[in-house]
Each structure stands twice: as structure tokens, then as C-alpha cells.
């Protein structure tokens, strides 16, 4: 059990607003409006090279990247038109600077946070959509009394403080439960059968598993907080760059529809040459995980579907942080979200 412990990773989406404050929020923005350019790019070698894309990921290679990978070992970029590189992240990266900064052009996060960053005057810009359920989720053991969210009510849950579902469930459900300091592993929860964490329902609970527990998840998703998982840049690439900005999104909506729903070989491949810690069990069960809650597809019955965006639903995401008090006011949709640069398909349904 102790090896497996030790290679538990941290939850992999931590949210960078939490570090993403005070002295490092306003050097980051003084430097973007101030004109920060993006480094030079490489010489061009040849007559037919295509614009470089630098594409940042919020974590390791993993299947929760799938459909970008796919995208990239298919060679659905090049088709679009765009030459991608994949920028991983890892722990301590902070995702936002980088981007803000102009060390890479693109990267995923919640549509949740890019509100909050919008509030405080950050010059993100939604462009598409890859998750349409955010993978969050509370885990439990399965003999716990933990049936629903109303059930946290004065329980303890270790847990990324400031994330902003936790607000939500305490609002949403008129309950109340303390909070420790998450530390991203899983050794308390398999020494306390009473234990209630934060997870994701792609990793821990295989991890539970595999050191012989019976873990069981509620997905926050279905607790009616629901953010899209997102990609998004800034503000000037985009302005400088729309082309670009479609192909990516349109070639990465591809990838996700196949390694989703065709083979993912090649997307496995390449996460697992790139992360010699990805083995192709975990990838499957992170695979297998996304269909059941769908993840990526999100819920037919609720007009959901994989890459689809809509005015409604962010709207009403930003309507309900104003209500939690996260941010002071409602923020327009077009100062942090674009919805013309989605396939035109996709375009139809984003109201």
C-alpha cells in the first residue's frame, strides 16, 4: 500500500485563482496590459510551416487530456491548419501567468474561475468548450451515510479552500461543514472509514481501489453547479490570432469526439510516451469514468452535447456567483466568452 500512496498525485485542477492573487495577479496583469510580448518563434525551416501553437494543459499527460492528444497523434492540428505544441503542467504551475504572460497561447481551466478572473479585470476569453460536466466530485467510503450533498451538513471535508462549489453546496442545500486544508493524497481517507474528501472521479477513487477500498463519489456537477471545463487565451492572441484560436478548437472537438467515442490508441500512446506514469489501466478506468458521468458528452436530456456552449447556461453561472457573493456584480458575457470560434454546428445550438 505505501508504494501506491507514494505515488498518488495531487488533484489535478486546483484552482488558480487561489494562488492567482495579491502581488502575483497584479505583476501578471500590469505585464499583459503593459504589452508583454510573446517570445520569438522559432526560424522558419520551411516554405509550408504552419503557425506555432503553444497549447497549456493543467496537469501531467493524462486521459483527462485525451482528446487533445488524440488531436495532436492523429494529426488533426496540422490539418487545421495549425502546428500544436502541448505545454504540460504540473504541480505549482500557474497556469494563468504563463498565459498572461505570453509564454503560451492557449490552456484549459473552468468557466467558473475565468468569471471570477473576469470580475477582477483579467483579460481572458473563453473560445470553446471540452468538458461539458466538470469531473469534481465529493468521495466517500461506500458504507459511509454520505447518500447526498444535504448529508455533508456538519461533517468535515478535506478540500481545496476558496473552491467555489463550496459555497454553492452550503447555500444550495441551507448546510454547513467544516473544511481541512486538502493534501492531495489519499492516505487519510483509507485510514479513516468516516473520511470525506474532494476528488475527481477520474483518479482517486482508482487509487481507492487499488489499495483495496470501496470508494463511492457524489459528481458536484449533479448538484446543480455545474461550470464547463473550458479553453481560453487572451484577449490579444485572440485578437491577433482568430484563426488560429478556430483551428485549435475545432481540431480539438475532433480529437475528444474520437478518442471519446472511436479508439484512443494513439491519444494513450502519446500521453503515455509523454508520462511514463500513465499506464494504460488508469487511462481506461479515467476513460470509462468520463463516459459513465458523462463528462465530455454531457447529458443529451439537457441539450448538452460534447463542444457545445451556451449563452444560457454561462449566463446563469454568472448569475449565481453574483448571488454567493463571489464576485460584486453580474459580468457581460462578452467581456469573457466568445462563441463564434466553434465549429458552425455548434454555433446553432449556443444560445
Not at 488524440?70 to 504540460?88: F, H, K, N, S, T
Not at 493534501?183 to 482508482?206: R, W
Request: aromatic share 10%; charged share 20%; hydrophobic share 45%.
Amino acid at each position: 500500500m505505501a508504494r501506491v500512496l507514494q505515488t498518488v498525485r495531487p488533484l489535478k485542477h486546483v484552482p488558480d485563482l487561489l494562488r492567482f492573487r495579491g502581488a502575483l495577479a497584479a505583476a501578471s496583469l500590469a505585464l499583459a496590459l503593459a504589452g508583454c510580448s510573446r517570445p520569438a518563434p522559432a526560424a522558419d525551416t520551411g516554405s509550408a510551416a504552419l503557425p506555432k501553437v503553444r497549447f497549456k494543459t493543467d496537469w501531467y499527460p493524462q486521459a483527462e487530456h485525451g482528446g487533445f492528444y488524440q488531436a495532436l497523434a492523429r494529426g488533426y492540428y496540422r490539418d487545421a491548419g495549425v502546428d500544436v505544441e502541448i505545454v504540460p503542467g504540473g504541480p505549482g504551475v500557474l497556469v494563468p501567468q504563463i498565459v498572461l504572460a505570453g509564454q503560451v497561447d492557449m490552456a484549459i481551466g473552468s468557466s467558473d474561475d475565468m468569471i471570477v478572473w473576469a470580475s477582477k479585470g483579467l483579460p481572458f476569453v473563453i473560445v470553446g468548450v471540452y468538458m461539458e460536466r466538470d469531473p469534481q466530485a465529493i468521495l466517500v467510503h461506500d458504507e459511509s451515510p454520505v447518500k447526498t450533498f444535504a448529508d455533508l451538513n456538519n461533517r468535515t471535508i478535506m478540500a481545496v479552500q476558496g473552491s467555489n462549489w463550496i459555497e454553492y453546496l452550503k447555500a444550495h442545500y441551507h448546510i454547513d461543514f467544516n473544511l481541512i486544508p486538502s493534501n492531495f493524497g489519499i492516505a487519510q481517507f483509507m485510514a479513516d472509514k468516516d473520511f470525506i474528501q474532494q476528488c475527481f472521479v477520474t483518479n482517486e477513487p482508482y487509487y481507492v481501489e487499488k489499495n483495496g477500498g470501496h470508494p463511492r463519489t457524489l459528481l458536484i456537477a449533479d448538484s446543480g453547479f455545474s461550470p464547463y471545463r473550458v479553453i481560453y487565451t487572451t484577449q490579444r492572441y485572440l485578437a491577433e490570432h482568430p484563426a488560429e484560436v478556430r483551428a485549435v478548437v475545432a481540431a480539438s472537438i475532433r480529437g475528444w469526439a474520437e478518442f471519446m467515442g472511436g479508439d484512443p490508441s494513439p491519444g494513450k500512446a502519446l500521453i503515455a510516451k509523454d508520462n511514463e506514469n500513465m499506464s494504460a489501466e488508469f487511462m481506461d478506468y479515467s476513460i470509462k469514468a468520463m463516459r459513465d458521468n458523462q463528462v465530455v458528452s454531457g447529458k443529451p436530456e439537457a441539450g448538452e452535447r460534447l463542444g457545445l456552449m451556451t449563452r444560457r447556461r454561462l449566463q446563469g453561472l454568472d448569475e449565481l456567483l453574483v448571488q454567493l457573493r463571489i464576485i460584486p456584480q453580474l459580468i457581460p458575457l462578452e467581456k469573457f466568452v466568445r462563441f463564434d470560434l466553434v465549429p458552425a454546428e455548434l454555433q446553432s445550438g449556443a444560445q
